[in-house]
């Protein structure tokens, strides 16, 4: 892969802003309550003894993926990213704003989930902009540096 060289347009700075601390709110939100963590786990897989330790592995392992295609198009401006973004984008954006709802309905962590969804929405709003479809689309060959 190669490193994209040059200032990036402002829309993918605010992307990788907001897909950051979408992540790091994720991150935070799941420390903060440790059990309730764990049983969010147990019930995706109940097989695993989900205690402290585990627990805090899974969440960071959750940041890191979290942070993958923000590498992707913020470092390398990958083409391909910028869908794979979106389309996984829109299912999340899917189910923060399903947990929003039923936040409301049964009257916690409000605040938090319309955080989350306003990030995650920003995001994929600022991928569709011509400032991020043109940096993602410009020539491979432009000035790349070869990553090692």
């Given at each position: 892969m190669k490193v994209r060289r040059g200032t990036r347009p402002l829309a993918i700075r605010a992307f990788a802003g907001c897909l950051l601390l979408f992540a790091l709110i994720n991150l935070i939100a799941g420390l903060a309550d440790l059990r309730t963590s764990a049983a969010i786990l147990t019930d995706f897989w109940p097989s695993?003894?989900?205690?402290?330790d585990r627990t805090i592995i899974a969440?960071?392992?959750?940041?890191t993926i979290a942070l993958i295609?923000?590498?992707w198009i913020y470092v390398f401006a990958a083409g391909f990213a910028r869908w794979f973004v979106f389309s996984f984008g829109l299912a999340k954006l899917g189910w923060v704003?399903?947990?929003?709802?039923?936040?409301?309905w049964f009257g916690e962590g409000e605040l938090?989930?319309?955080?989350?969804?306003l990030l995650l929405g920003s995001a994929l709003v600022l991928l569709l902009m011509p400032g991020?479809?043109?940096?993602?689309?410009?020539?491979?060959?432009?000035?790349p540096v070869a990553f090692e």
């Open positions: 695993i003894d989900w205690d402290r969440l960071f392992t959750q940041f295609p923000l590498v704003l399903f947990s929003l709802f039923a936040a409301l938090l989930r319309f955080t989350l969804a991020s479809r043109d940096w993602l689309a410009r020539d491979k060959n432009d000035d």
